[in-house]
């Protein structure tokens, strides 16, 4: 019954927002430090404090289900209130009267029911003779991907997708980054945008570095290019080159055996102390339309890869696996695609999103389950159908409602030979300052 009123709620909202028209937003809100430093710009130092909190409440469709919504339910609970994030930043910036921006620090951290975590603890440096770089130290968002690096605070959905939250839990991670990106606003190259930099490579899922090997991590972007006077386009590309340390013998990857994908174990004394791979390729685009009424944005991005990991899980590992159990490497693929749309004005706004995350392509979804072979629910390819509403109340306030439909691959694995029932609700209300 619940589910019901929930998706005819929104199928309403759905059939207003076909008769409604459009308005693009027009101020880039991928990044707070772009916002925090228009904010700021003075001669002299500045700081700058803000924050935001999100209390929400969710529904799942059983007791105990496993999520990325949020993280899994507990195991006698399908409904709950919670604080996904409370967060609070400080910027502080310095500028030089004649020069411009010489240095930039920032802190912020989250602090929900669950406890308080470091999320951003860096500082960056401003080149001022030709206004091209910058240099960052610290820990920070890894350049890679337009979704892993567009603000919790400014998302239109609850959460990422499954696939950003797997390859790169959190987001962040400790490292160097040197950027291209002309202040100049006649500069011929003042509409692209280059970050580089080494990370140590497991993010916030470890207490400290357990390797010595570092990713490297890249992003090519064209910033928001008007096309014409209702049209905005902007486009990216990345890449990451890492892995880390193996510190056994065996090896698995897939490969066929009497006709049945299966892992095939490599256990040549030669492979401990190896690295093993990460490889991620991405590329995404951005296209808004704007009208007098609203704004419709058409957003997507595909990445695929290859991830090393253990045999329960795709997720990149925050220490080095046990000696016994191997590593596991697959080769993956995933996507997200948005459809925002604003209707009545610019305080309703609708959102529609599909993504995938297959983390194993080279198996067929009926080989997993099968006797033959040793894959297992690590293996199977996930969707989520994702539609909502959000009501910007006004700056400091947004109301959001947004239901979650997510589908798994048919397979002999018992559990999994039909679709299980792991949908979400979420009401959330966001305050920020």
Not at 193 to 222: M, P, Y
Not at 242 to 258: A, C, H, P, V
Not at 347 to 362: A, C, F, G, R, S
Request: proline share 3%; net charge positive.
């Amino acid at each position: 019954m619940f589910k019901s009123l929930i998706i005819l709620i929104l199928g309403v909202l759905l059939i207003q927002c076909s008769q409604a028209q459009f308005l693009m937003d027009m101020v880039d809100t991928s990044k707070d430090i772009g916002k925090g430093l228009l904010s700021i710009y003075q001669k002299f130092d500045r700081v700058r404090i803000g924050g935001y909190i999100q209390p929400q409440f969710q529904w799942a469709e059983h007791k105990g289900e496993k999520s990325y919504n949020g993280g899994d339910f507990a195991e006698n609970v399908n409904n709950r209130f919670m604080i996904r994030r409370g967060r609070i930043r400080f910027d502080y910036i310095h500028f030089a009267e004649k020069t411009g921006p010489n240095v930039q620090f920032v802190f912020q951290f989250d602090g929900t029911e669950r406890g308080v975590f470091i999320r951003d603890f860096w500082g960056r440096i401003f080149e001022n003779k030709l206004q091209l770089f910058g240099f960052t130290a610290g820990m920070f968002a890894r350049p890679f991907s337009y979704e892993l690096n567009l603000s919790s605070s400014d998302r239109e959905t609850p959460e990422r997708g499954r696939m950003s939250q797997i390859l790169m839990r959190t987001e962040r991670d400790l490292g160097i980054m040197l950027s291209f990106d002309a202040r100049k606003k006649d500069h011929p190259m003042r509409y692209f945008k280059f970050d580089v930099g080494l990370f140590n490579g497991q993010g916030l899922t470890a207490a400290s570095d357990f390797d010595s090997h570092k990713d490297l991590i890249s992003r090519l972007a064209l910033k928001p290019v008007k096309l014409s006077q209702k049209i905005i386009l902007s486009t990216a590309v990345s890449y990451l080159n890492g892995g880390f340390l193996q510190n056994s013998i065996y090896t698995y990857r897939t490969e066929k055996m009497n006709g049945f994908e299966t892992f095939v174990v490599d256990s040549s004394v030669s492979n401990k102390g190896n690295i093993v791979p990460r490889k991620y390729y991405g590329a995404d685009v951005q296209l808004k339309y704007k009208t007098k009424a609203g704004f419709t944005e058409i957003r997507g991005e595909y990445i695929f890869g290859t991830q090393t990991a253990s045999h329960n899980s795709t997720e990149t590992p925050g220490a080095l696996l046990n000696v016994s159990d191997g590593y596991y490497i697959r080769k993956f693929n995933g996507a997200y695609f948005y459809l925002l749309h604003n209707f009545i004005d610019d305080h309703h706004q609708l959102v529609i999103k599909y993504d995938w995350y297959d983390p194993n392509t080279e198996v067929d979804k009926h080989r997993i389950g099968n006797a033959a072979s040793n894959l297992n629910a690590t293996d199977i390819k996930f969707s989520t159908l994702g539609f909502g509403y959000n009501y910007y109340m006004n700056p400091n306030v947004k109301l959001l409602f947004y239901y979650e439909v997510i589908q798994n691959e048919n397979t002999m694995l018992p559990g999994f030979t039909s679709d299980i029932k792991d949908d979400v609700f979420t009401c959330r209300l966001q305050f920020r300052f």
